[in-house]
């Protein structure tokens, strides 16, 4: 596993369905044109990490998309929500064979040990977050020395509300209301900065649509 790219698992579009709910964007992820870009900016951030992991956190799982992914690449998987239903979906992993521990849960409020993951996931959560630095340093106080944070963002501005109305998507601005140029100037008071990919890859970030951005807790 180890030096291997991780590749992103698209499950069938009816497995996370009773989870769902309407800020989660599930659904586009089955969509013909703009389902790519959905896989695409997860498959961005998911090429920057090194398996194996011994005990992994992803944080705001929604429906849960991405935990049969994440399974395959370490030996142990909590996922903590402020909102998800964790015993509706719990079921749900149990019936695709996933062992995930799962809390419905402030992660201020989780009380897990110090030094304790050593990968926390974080897609498209941080946006919705007005108060986010004490959520960051509680995420170095749980990573191990050397566990990796991985935060994916979409652009927040003035253009994404009609981006996202374009595919049916309204009031988005509501939802988002931190961009990730806030999220990673604080997050490298308590991180290193490991590496950082946006979406379309050749553009100025002011034109990217997504960012993904992976950092390390230093020893």
Not at 71 to 94: K, M, V
Not at 184 to 195: G, I, P, R, V
Request: charged share 25%; hydrophobic share 40%.
């Amino acid at each position: 596993m180890a030096g291997k790219s991780v590749l992103f698992k698209l499950p069938e579009e009816q497995v996370y369905t009773p989870v769902t709910r309407y800020d989660d964007p599930l659904r586009y992820y089955y969509k013909p044109v703009i389902g790519r870009l959905y896989v695409k900016r997860l498959q961005d951030g998911l090429s920057m990490l090194t398996p194996p992991y011994e005990r992994m956190l992803d944080f705001g799982y929604g429906s849960g998309l991405l935990f049969n992914t994440l399974a395959e690449i370490g030996n142990e998987l909590h996922g903590i929500d402020i909102l998800s239903d964790a015993n509706t979906l719990t079921g749900i992993l149990n019936e695709q064979n996933i062992r995930a521990i799962l809390k419905q849960e402030d992660i201020l409020k989780a009380g897990y040990p110090d030094n304790y993951f050593d990968l926390i996931t974080a897609f498209s959560v941080f946006e919705h977050i007005r108060e986010f630095d004490p959520i960051l340093k509680e995420m170095q106080r749980i990573l191990k020395p050397g566990g990796q944070l991985l935060i994916g963002m979409p652009s927040v501005n003035r253009v994404m509300p009609w981006l996202f109305k374009a595919i049916g998507f309204n009031n988005i601005d509501d939802h988002h209301i931190t961009n990730h140029r806030s999220v990673l100037k604080s997050a490298q008071k308590y991180f290193k900065l490991k590496n950082y990919k946006r979406l379309p890859s050749f553009m100025p970030d002011r034109c990217c649509l997504y960012f993904n951005m992976l950092l390390e807790k230093q020893s």
